[in-house]
């Protein structure tokens, strides 16, 4: 391994991606060391650093009316604090055994090798782009960088048409749905499942499209598509599925994302089950002594099953990169797991979401109860009080929280937090139940919803008994 003892210099860290975990490893390991002693190289292929790819939609949609408003840390910044960014710059391959990586221009083509010490891998996710025809015509766009909502907001300049067709109804799918509404478009989701937001159970799941039909878009379930038929231009025209074709002057891509793992797998590095690196509790890839990962590129551990899952959210990436750049810069931090906290809304609908869904628990063989109160965001004689709908799934046994979704107005996303808390505590509904949580009429009934539903579930598990 070509080392910093045999080149005779200062330690160096590469690092493969310029946004969350990739810059936040890279800050964190100059505050542990100064460039006398470290040596900061990070390649990113895009045009920008350090940005919020959560706040794309918001950005699409005008409520960002500024793109650099979405950059926390610009290149010229991540500079000035002696970490070497390269812009336009994408790695290639991977030497583990010689230390080393091999980095293309994407401007000029030029390639060339650089010797690394340490290394970080922070390559994020890739859209879903199904083998389709016409899924590469002009018109369609995946939206996963600020390169890509860039593209995206061009076309729409561009486009004199006012149709527009969002492929999938995740959290992206949903978002760039209003956005496109914001906008001014007629929008059409085709979505692949029962209901919209996989990530809630069906029924909670109808609540939002209820919302979404509300705002007017119109909602196609059950649909897989089969082709994107393209017009005599080449550009997209329509989006076809078995049964009908959906014109579409522009065509949102909102499938799902991928672990970005093709540099790893062709490194010979671990794979989990879904794709992502795996790594041990400090980030350090299994079986590599000088290489970490971490963000949307590995699998984590889902503290309430057990098992290794792929969740690809800024959250965890901002957390890796502190702890990858700690053990990077010669400290010892750990990454402990997640429960798979989630929130998001649709106009001014807000949805939430953490820990098991039905299917989850019954794929690990839980047994459990699940349950469904209706409340409101404050006391219900107060003004402004909104409806909120809560799901619970509760141990059977144990009693020990499982998972908790969250549908309604102003006040109920942000709730789920009360649960993410006690589902990382390990906690029972029964001591959910029993929380000191704060009231007065203007923020919560006396009971708070997701008390409301830890007591019917706890009266649920009692009798089961």
């Known amino acids: 391994m070509n080392t910093s003892a045999a080149r005779g210099a200062r330690e160096r860290l590469v690092v493969i991606g310029g946004d969350a975990a990739g810059m936040s490893a890279a800050s964190q390991a100059r505050r542990m060391k100064g460039p006398d002693e470290l040596e900061i190289v990070a390649f990113e292929r895009g045009h920008f650093t350090s940005y919020s790819a959560c706040g794309i939609p918001y950005w699409v949609g005008g409520d960002v009316d500024d793109r650099d408003r979405l950059i926390a840390r610009t290149p010229e910044e991540h500079r000035a604090r002696d970490i070497d960014v390269r812009l336009r710059t994408e790695v290639t391959e991977i030497d583990v055994d010689r230390g080393r990586v091999r980095a293309r221009d994407l401007e000029s083509g030029a390639e060339a090798w650089t010797s690394y010490d340490k290394l970080v891998i922070a390559t994020g996710a890739r859209p879903v782009r199904p083998d389709l025809p016409g899924i590469d015509a002009p018109g369609v766009h995946g939206v996963q960088t600020l390169d890509d909502g860039q593209a995206l907001l061009d076309t729409l300049a561009r486009t004199e048409g006012r149709r527009a067709v969002v492929v999938g109804a995740g959290y992206i799918g949903v978002e760039m749905a209003e956005a496109l509404i914001n906008r001014g478009y007629e929008v059409t989701v085709v979505n692949r499942g029962r209901e919209p937001m996989a990530t809630l159970d069906p029924d909670m799941g109808r609540l939002v499209r209820e919302a979404m039909t509300g705002l007017g878009i119109t909602m196609v379930d059950d649909a897989e598509v089969t082709a994107l038929p393209t017009g005599a231009d080449g550009r997209v025209r329509a989006v076809a599925t078995a049964d009908a074709e959906y014109p579409a002057d522009v065509v949102v891509l909102g499938i799902g994302v991928r672990p970005e793992n093709t540099l790893a797998r062709d490194a010979g590095l671990p794979l989990g089950d879904h794709g992502g690196l795996l790594t041990d509790r400090s980030l350090r890839v299994r079986g590599q ?12 551990l889902d503290l309430v099953s057990g098992q290794l899952r792929h969740i690809p ?38 949805i939430a979401r953490t820990g098991l869904r039905e299917k989850d628990a019954h794929r690990v063989g839980l047994r459990f109860e699940a349950v469904t109160i209706e409340s409101t965001s404050r006391a219900g004689y107060y003004p402004n009080a909104a409806p909120m709908t809560v799901k619970m799934l509760a141990e059977l046994g144990t009693g020990r929280l499982l998972g908790v979704q969250i549908v309604g107005r102003e006040g109920a996303g942000k709730r789920v937090d009360i649960a993410a808390v006690a589902l990382t505590a390990g906690m029972t509904v029964h001591q959910v139940a029993a929380l000191d949580l704060g009231y007065a009429p203007p923020f919560s009934p006396v009971w708070d919803p997701v008390q409301v539903a830890a007591r019917k579930a706890a009266t649920r598990i009692t009798a089961s008994r």
């Open 289 to 300: 002594e000088n290489v970490w990962a971490g963000g949307d590129c590995v699998e984590v």
């Open 313 to 350: 959210l800024g959250t965890h990436a901002n957390k890796h990169g502190q702890i990858i750049g700690t053990n990077a810069g010669g400290g010892y931090a750990t990454f402990p797991g997640v429960v798979g906290t989630a929130v998001s809304k649709v106009c001014d609908l807000e």
